[in-house]
């Protein structure tokens, strides 16, 4: 891939954005990095099949943005990025794709480090790694993120559990759960264990079914997950379904679940407030995926990992009770709990 492909975009309070394509392959993709204040970006790389460039370039702006959030929010010496890779999955030569995936991350020389994220996976980062050094979340480099992310979901209902009931004990809870990908299906497992009862729901209907049968849940259509009767709802697909039609029709007192940008605005946060519905910031709880590639990209082991994954608990806890202090949302407060690490950097 040469470099000449390549096209900045500039966009303010973004440190680089640049379009790439790669006319051998029909390679195309966006790479934002949003702040290297806390150390190198790191961020996943998304495929999606957006219907514009413009809607591509909003989604990695968003994403990358909500990085830096999340890193410093984990406590990691990280900086906040994304890639987006666009086009239709079953239209393309994935391998060849991934390499010239690869070899656009590494013209960044370690500026930005990716791993996998909606539409991607580890099989997907082995190839773009053929190309690059600076890609995780595969078997010897930090392995599949998924369960570490559904584990700090977990610790993110429970933590929810306690702000809202006293309690975090799950057992009888009813939890309606949007998406039974790898994130979702791992955290319904986990939430069927803590006692809870499911209901689950995905636009794949084989995979809701698969999902059910192993978390003995319901199954509704994907547009009725909203009306769901249920204590939690876990979004745990795309972002955005939180907005001026699905809000009202939620029946749950917390929502707490793994997708990334699940507000489409800030009206959505301030409607699910005046609900009186607790709200766990996407981006405090959804952490466990890159704290998981962190631990490998750090050096630290097992135990460290984990502990990192179970303070998400008291991180939730934590903005709960700014939120509370200035009378603001859950999500105005999670912001302002990161900008005041990012300030103190």
Known sequence: MNISDAVTIEVDGYEKIVAMRDPATGYRGIIAIHSTKLGPAVGGTRFWNYQSDDEALADVLRLARGMTYKNAAAGLPFGGGKAVIIGAAQQIDRAAWFRAHGRFVENFQGRFI????????????????????????????????????ARGVLRGIKASARQRWGSDNLHGKTVALQGCGNVGFALALLLKDAGARL????????????????CDAAVVAPEEIYDAAADVFAPCALGGILNEQTTPRLRAEIIAGAANNQLRDNEAAQAIEARGILYAPDFILNAGGIISGSAYLLGESLAQLEQRIAEIYDTLLAVYQLATQKQTTTAAAAEAYAEQILRGA
Request: aromatic content about 6%; proline content about 6%.
């Open 114 to 149: 990716t791993g996998e994220d909606v539409g991607t996976s580890p099989a997907d980062m082995e190839i773009a790694a053929q190309e690059t050094r600076f890609v995780a979340g595969f078997a010897g480099r930090g392995g599949d993120p998924s369960p570490w992310t």
């Open 199 to 214: 209901v689950v729901a995905d636009v794949n209907a084989e995979r809701a079914v698969v999902c059910a049968h192993a």
